[in-house]
């Protein structure tokens, strides 16, 4: 297990204060937000990564919604760090989100994830409000109908305000609130979502994102950290072109997949690009890096997670990485992210799991 002292050295704040009772007041003034930021800059301070895998409680290659399963867990006996959660169909009102998972099955799977002492993140694939199609559906010049004043700027703050209800009301055992990672309008340097870069002006996004904020701010939602990441980028100035602002964000991501037809050495570069930037941004403005979601889709290569990903990110001083859902197999065949038990790929995933600078569920502080 690789120990860690959050507290103590996740905050600048708390380090400043001069002695052990300050610091004690100091700890207990925090919000549930400021606690997980402070978790997140001591893994960094530890160079460690934390891993974290989409669904990972909901459902496996082979199983749904069976008690404390995991396909991470049934291979290397440890649950992942993080679990990520999406939100999508939640603002229709739905009681299952877009993959079919139960959203009162997230909210008491978050929590649990949370008693054990991990992180949960939310991604959020809304449906495009102008069309109602999927967030796939690129058509009817989304931005400029739900930024200016009208119904569809009213539906969407009511869309947002779902969201953040759902997620203010993420409580403990105590009631309290259970911080999270948020990360809204993401990979959005492309343009297969409604809110990318062709479909909006660099504006149009910060509005959006501010607009989003402006909602979570009024009602008091104090248990988000904020993440920005944006898609395979070539250049610092296309990572930044649609960055909020640094009073709206916390984690500078990144989402870089590896495609096999592509290569390694593609893959390799697009994530030195990435890290490269969202690290320097977080150095210089004292925020977060992370690569906030990876992944290689049913994993042909059997030592991905050595030969291919650690060897690529091990260089950058990132809190988490995060890998997609493995869905059923007979739900969607070969949509898969991690090993399940009695693949090739393992014993590779064993040895990464094994390596001292991951981090999984056993290794967060306590």
């Known amino acids: 297990m690789k120990n ?25 003034t925090l919000t549930p937000a400021q606690t997980l930021i402070a978790q997140l800059n001591a893994l960094v301070a530890d160079s460690l990564i934390a891993f974290g895998h989409h669904d990972d409680l909901s459902y496996g290659y082979r199983w749904e919604y ?32 877009l993959d079919g998972v139960p959203f009162d099955f997230i909210r008491q799977n978050a929590a649990a994830h949370a008693a054990r002492g991990g992180i949960n993140t939310f991604s959020w694939h809304p449906r495009n409000p102008v069309t109602k199609g999927s967030a796939w ?7 400029s109908a739900v930024l200016q004043p009208g119904e569809l700027n009213d539906s969407m703050q009511i869309w947002i305000g779902t969201v953040a ?7 403990d055992a105590e009631g309290q609130r259970i911080p999270v990672v948020f990360r ?40 988000v950290v904020w993440a920005y990441s944006p898609d395979k980028v070539s250049s610092l100035e296309q990572y930044m072109e649609r960055y909020p602002g640094d009073e709206y964000v916390d984690v500078f991501g990144a989402d870089v997949y590896y495609f096999p037809d592509a290569g390694k050495d593609y893959f390799t570069q697009m994530i030195n690009n990435d890290l490269t930037y969202a690290t320097q941004m977080a150095k210089e403005r004292g925020k977060i890096a992370a690569l906030t979601e990876t992944g290689c889709e049913g994993l042909p290569i059997n ?64």
């Open 137 to 143: 559906d690129t058509s009817g010049d989304v931005l």
């Open 4 to 28: 860690l002292s959050y507290l103590a050295v996740g905050l600048i704040v708390l380090s400043a204060c001069g002695s052990k009772q300050k610091q004690e007041v100091a700890e207990e």
């Open 184 to 223: 809204p309008w993401h990979e959005h340097t492309g343009s297969w979502f409604w809110w990318g870069q062709d479909l909006c002006t660099p504006e149009q996004y910060k509005d959006l994102w501010k607009m989003t904020r402006k909602v979570f701010d009024e009602r008091g939602i104090d248990n």
């Open 66 to 97: 069976q008690p404390d399963s995991s396909d991470v867990k049934n291979v290397v006996g440890d649950y992942p760090a993080i679990v990520n959660w999406d939100l999508g169909e939640i603002e229709w009102g739905l009681p299952r989100q």
């Open 303 to 366: 030592d991905w997670y050595c030969d291919v990903l650690y060897p690529a990110i091990k260089d950058y001083p990132i809190a988490y990485i995060t890998v997609w859902r493995n869905a059923k197999h007979d739900v969607k065949p070969g949509h898969f992210y991690t090993p399940y038990p009695g693949h090739p790929a393992v014993s590779d995933f064993v040895e990464f799991y094994n390596l001292p600078r991951t981090a999984f569920l056993q290794d967060l502080p306590r």
């Open 165 to 171: 209800d759902f997620i203010g009301n993420l409580r």
